[in-house]
């Protein structure tokens, strides 16, 4: 897909002077998509990070992003889809009022035209690395489409690695999920695939075990409370287990206090006095 990348812009400040919908969330947004879209050559439909478009943009809301992004969707400048769990959303570009003219127009104003600009053929301009401006303080726009897989890959590790640990984390997340299902992972059970057990099973093992019914019932409503796990985060996957488990603790909590109240017949805080005496024998 052709694009360029002046002429867009000059068509879409267009539409700013002319749509009164617009406002300045609205352009700071399209133009941070913008720049994503040029890091993506330009590619019919590209992939969004959140973090990274927010950076861009400078919009300190999340809501606010969301209702920017909506609407710019609404007002027929964008195409996007909302992205799915961790996968990051897609954006297609619309081309606007302007932009459909192959004729090339690299110049900041459209009063203005270079005759060197309009002799340049179209296959020595994709070939050079720079488009000639007007203006001698004028930096040059690098066309991405000359830059090898190289430079590309190298600038996609300095950014990530300018980014916050959070966001790196997110980047990661979404690298995994589209990586290939066949390598190995610690597999980690899910809660579906846990066999859970129903009263009269916690009952009839309690009683195979010799343990007390009415810890059965207690052990049971317990732990359906809080969804089976240990801990209240940890899930359970082996009930008979933690029902041991359950025994000994009670049975800890009954030696503690049952030590704690036995009463001392000697120490500290004790007379020094038989007990087993007799009150019938005199004085």
């Known amino acids: 897909m052709k694009i360029n990348y002046i002429r867009h812009l000059n068509a879409f400040f267009a539409q700013v002077r002319k749509d009164n919908q617009l406002r300045a969330h609205h352009v700071s947004l399209y133009m941070a998509l913008f720049q994503v879209w040029n890091q ?10 959140r973090e990274e478009v927010v950076r861009l943009c400078r919009i300190g809301s999340m809501n606010t ?18 992205g799915k769990m961790t996968m990051p959303g897609i954006v297609i570009m619309l081309p606007l009022p302007g932009t459909d003219d192959d004729t090339p127009q690299l110049l900041l104003s459209d009063k203005v035209k270079s005759t060197t600009d309009r002799n340049i053929d179209t296959q020595s301009r994709n070939k050079n690395a720079t488009v000639l401006c007007i203006k001698n303080d004028t930096v040059p726009v690098a066309i991405l489409r000359c830059f090898n897989n190289k430079q590309i890959n190298n600038r996609k590790q300095e950014r990530e690695n300018g980014l916050p640990p959070s966001e790196k984390n997110y980047n990661n ?7 290939d299902k066949d390598i190995p992972r610690a597999e980690i059970p899910a809660a579906a695939e846990r066999i859970l057990p129903d009263l009269s099973q916690v009952q009839e093992f309690f009683k195979a075990s010799a343990y007390p019914a009415t810890e059965a019932s207690k052990f049971f409503h317990h732990y359906t409370a809080n969804g089976w796990k240990q801990g209240g985060r940890v899930p359970i996957t082996n009930w008979q287990a933690a029902a ?8 800890l909590q009954i030696t503690q206090t049952h030590d704690r109240n036995t009463r001392q017949s000697t120490g500290a805080g004790r007379l020094q006095v038989e007990e087993n005496k007799s009150y019938s024998e005199p004085l």
Do not use: A
Request: include cysteine; charged fraction near 15%; hydrophobic fraction near 30%.
């Open 173 to 179: 997340q979404v690298k995994n999920s589209c990586c």
């Open 65 to 82: 992003y969301t209702r920017c992004l909506k609407e710019l969707h609404s007002y027929g400048y964008i195409h996007y889809q909302q």
């Open 244 to 251: 041991h488990k359950w025994i000994l603790n009670i049975n």
């Open 40 to 49: 993506h050559h330009f590619k019919k439909s590209f992939p969004i990070l």
